[in-house]
């Protein structure tokens, strides 16, 4: 797998100058893949590439929050609350010590080949002030009119209620046996939700953990800052730390917010059912298509047989055979 992905690497290197490949997972996998780091340099080098890493960090106590929520929500259908998931450190697969990881990764690539960003919407540059515009002046571009904004894919948390609720399904022992079916109905459903009445600002820390846990990420964050961004104030993320509302479960919109999900299921399900109504209209029309080609074929050997039959019985075959049977007599 990895030849071709590198095999179909080299081909593009051939017809354009610059290659940009984008994938959030590098961060955390890279380290359980053997030699990576080493094996990419090579490889890009054969190419007679050059790297440019391209690196957005994201404050440690927001970014947990987050994977938290994506536990919740997707795949991983964890049961545990926030505080349980936190102190059994879930969130140890991803490296959050970022001076130390940066450091390994410099170590291959150099460290004037990362180009560091911070996740932060006051620290995003160009012209929009926004993760696109940001993105682009990291590699030499600009956001203009030519880029198409219409289509653009969001990978929304859970909100509200939406995120208790996820939790209890999860926990359904024949639920968590069977495909996570309602982890896309459940973000529909919160979606809509949060459209037609935004939920408020929350957080899962409270402000006193908030500082406590960033506390010992502070000496990291601190040597980033001055090392890799040449801030010497050693302040790598700008936004304040504020007393935000702690979530609370909402009884007076359960009711609601479960008839949205309900709502949701339902019509995937449908979807589901007319894509199999669908496609077992098609397989009929192409058993009837095939029944039809083979009585043709069946008609066209009755045919033959007729004509063959009709031919054995002609005086010419009556002729040849008494000659054929007086000949084997003498």
């Not at 990895?2 to 940009?20: P, T, Y």
């Not at 359980?32 to 957005?56: A, H, Q, S």
């Not at 980033?224 to 790598?236: D, P, T």
Request: proline share 2%; hydrophobic share 35%; with cysteine.
């Amino acid at each position: 797998m990895q030849n071709k992905a590198f095999s179909v690497l080299e081909e593009k290197a051939k017809q354009f100058e610059n290659i940009i490949l984008t994938d959030e997972e590098i961060w955390q996998y890279c380290d359980t893949i053997p030699d990576f780091w080493k094996i990419l340099k090579e490889r890009f080098r054969g190419m007679n590439c050059d790297v440019k890493l391209i690196v957005y960090l994201r404050r440690q106590d927001l970014l947990v929050e987050s994977l938290w929520n994506q536990w919740v929500k997707s795949f991983y259908k964890t049961t545990r609350t926030f505080a349980q998931w936190v102190k059994a450190k879930r969130y140890s697969y991803y490296p959050l010590d970022y001076y130390a990881h940066l450091n390994k990764i410099a170590g291959y690539m150099g460290k004037e080949n990362i180009l560091l960003r911070v996740y932060e919407k006051n620290a995003f540059m160009g012209k929009e002030k926004s993760i696109f515009s940001d993105f682009l002046e990291a590699v030499g571009l600009s956001l203009t009119e030519e880029y198409d904004m219409e289509n653009i894919s969001s990978n929304n948390g859970l909100r509200g209620n939406f995120i208790e609720l996820k939790r209890q399904i999860n926990s359904i022992p024949e639920y968590r046996q069977m495909e996570d079916f309602l982890r896309r109905p459940v973000l529909h459903a919160s979606n809509h939700v949060n459209n037609l009445d935004p939920s408020p600002n929350t957080t899962m820390f409270t402000l006193e953990n908030r500082m406590s846990f960033m506390e010992q990420f502070r000496e990291s964050n601190e040597r980033v800052a001055r090392e890799y961004l040449g801030r010497e104030n050693g302040v790598l993320f700008l936004e304040e730390m504020k007393e935000i509302p702690i979530w609370e479960w909402n009884g007076d919109q359960a009711n609601r917010d479960l008839l949205v999900i309900m709502g949701e299921a339902f019509c995937a399900q449908e979807q589901t059912l007319i894509q199999q109504r669908d496609s077992i209209r098609r397989l009929e029309n192409s058993m009837k298509t095939v029944q039809n080609r083979v009585n043709a074929q069946q008609n066209t050997i009755r045919s033959m047989e007729a004509e063959m039959n009709s031919m054995y019985n002609s005086s010419i075959f009556r002729a040849y055979r008494k000659i054929r049977n007086a000949l084997k007599g003498s």
